[in-house]
């Protein structure tokens, strides 16, 4: 067990559909993160949220709407997607903090989607 | 250019020897860098980290050197086992104060039993 619970495991979804992945973290951190991951390619960053607030959002199409009710919870919302974000969506979690803090993320064991 | 500098290779090792996984980094502002294992079906498990005011980490059965001068990472792996066999990411933190990780493309290790 990770410490950060993904659901679902699998989505395939239409094109015209709507679903959410949901992320929940049991660590204690304060910061979540979303990240896509496709084959070949680098693991790639899409939102932060530190202590709730969006912190980043890395010019992600807004087809993908993220939210964060507390610390512990994030989701995020598909509406209208492309074939090509059909990826592994990761989300982590990190005790975040003041300006030279670094700690490691730990992620779930992400969302396999599929769009058609 | 690309800041995290694996190119998909691929290694095999026998069972019991050492392994070594290496990555190239372009941003000499980085100052936090971190090793992941990735397994089939799983999101990255972390190994272990490093900052940039060293030059060598220890954990068990593994150690992270870190060459500032040429920019370079390295992950070795001593008494490689059978469930050693992931892909392996190396990523940096290239905004200092920031905790914002870019990653590589990965290695991927496979242990010959």
């Known amino acids: 067990e990770t410490g950060v619970t993904q659901?679902?495991?699998?989505?395939?979804m239409g094109m015209t559909n709507k679903k959410s992945l949901k992320c929940e973290q049991h660590l204690?951190?304060?910061?979540?993160?979303?990240?896509?991951?496709?084959?070949?390619?680098?693991?790639?960053?899409?939102?932060v949220y530190s202590l709730e607030e969006r912190v980043e959002n890395n010019s992600v199409p807004s087809r993908f709407s993220p939210e964060c009710p507390n610390s512990s919870h994030l989701?995020?919302?598909?509406?209208?997607?492309?074939?090509e974000d059909s990826a592994l969506y990761l989300c982590a979690s990190s005790q975040g903090?003041?300006?030279?803090?670094?700690?490691?993320?730990?992620?779930?064991?992400?969302?396999?989607?599929?769009v058609t | 250019g690309e800041s995290v500098g694996l190119h998909l290779p691929t290694l095999s090792v026998q069972e019991g020897d050492n392994s070594i996984i290496n990555c190239a980094y372009s941003n000499s502002a980085s100052d936090y860098f971190i090793w992941y294992k990735q397994e089939s079906?799983?999101?990255?498990?972390?190994?272990?980290?490093?900052?940039?005011?060293?030059?060598?980490?220890?954990?068990?059965?593994?150690?992270?050197?870190?060459?500032?001068t040429v920019k370079h990472l390295s992950l070795q792996i001593a008494a490689t086992q059978p469930g050693d066999s992931a892909v392996y990411f190396c990523?940096?933190?290239?905004i200092p104060g920031?905790?914002?990780l870019f990653f590589g493309t990965g290695t991927r290790l496979t242990v010959i039993p």
């Open chain 2, 41 to 68: 079906g799983k999101g990255p498990q972390f190994i272990i980290d490093i900052r940039s005011n060293m030059d060598k980490r220890q954990g068990q059965r593994v150690t992270v050197l870190l060459n500032k």
């Open chain 1, 28 to 47: 204690g951190h304060n910061a979540m993160y979303w990240y896509k991951q496709s084959a070949k390619k680098p693991l790639e960053l899409m939102f």
């Open chain 2, 98 to 100: 920031a905790n914002n």
């Open chain 1, 7 to 12: 659901t679902p495991r699998h989505l395939v």
């Open chain 1, 97 to 114: 903090g003041g300006a030279s803090y670094n700690s490691p993320l730990h992620f779930g064991n992400g969302t396999r989607l599929t």
């Open chain 2, 91 to 94: 990523a940096e933190n290239i």
């Open chain 1, 75 to 83: 989701f995020l919302h598909l509406h209208t997607l492309q074939p």
